[in-house]
């Protein structure tokens, strides 16, 4: 549910950047990147690729690595807020300590003296967080480019 409501968050904010077609087709595609991250969260398209890339792994670290590249560009285009970019950068720091609990049950490395129970409970508890932050920073930025909209059309009355 949290990957949908960040998709729409992301929806908002193309509807609020209309005028300015390339912020609004990268908020239109960030929109559309996670909707396909909430689809294969309930299908797990990436469990399959194991077939393919010999470790679902690799693609939880390109994940990672987009994400980055993502807030990088969010960084450079919005006016984002110090709460907004400590958010964001708190939600990236638990996806890199998910990807190493990910990373860390056998398949890059692995993690000693942690049964593999406790670090697979504590992976989808570092997930589920990352991807709380993520969308409190989304809905916090949100939050601000509405702010901002409005104090422009309240100096143009």
Known sequence: ALLWMTSLVCLLMAGLRLEQ????????FLCAVFAFLAIDEMYAFHERSEHVLGDDD???????????????????????????RRTLVIGYVIHGV????????????????????????????????AMSVYFAGFLLLLGSATNSGRRGHRETD
């Open 58 to 84: 690799h693609v939880k670290l390109l994940q990672w690595v987009l994400a980055g590249v993502a807030l990088a560009v969010i960084g450079r285009v919005e006016q984002v807020t110090p709460p907004v």
């Open 21 to 28: 077609r390339p912020r609004a087709f990268m908020w239109l």
């Open 98 to 129: 998910y990807l190493l609990t990910d990373l860390g049950d056998g398949g890059y490395f692995r993690i000693p003296y942690v049964s593999l129970y406790w670090l697979q409970w504590l992976e989808e508890l570092l997930e589920i967080s």
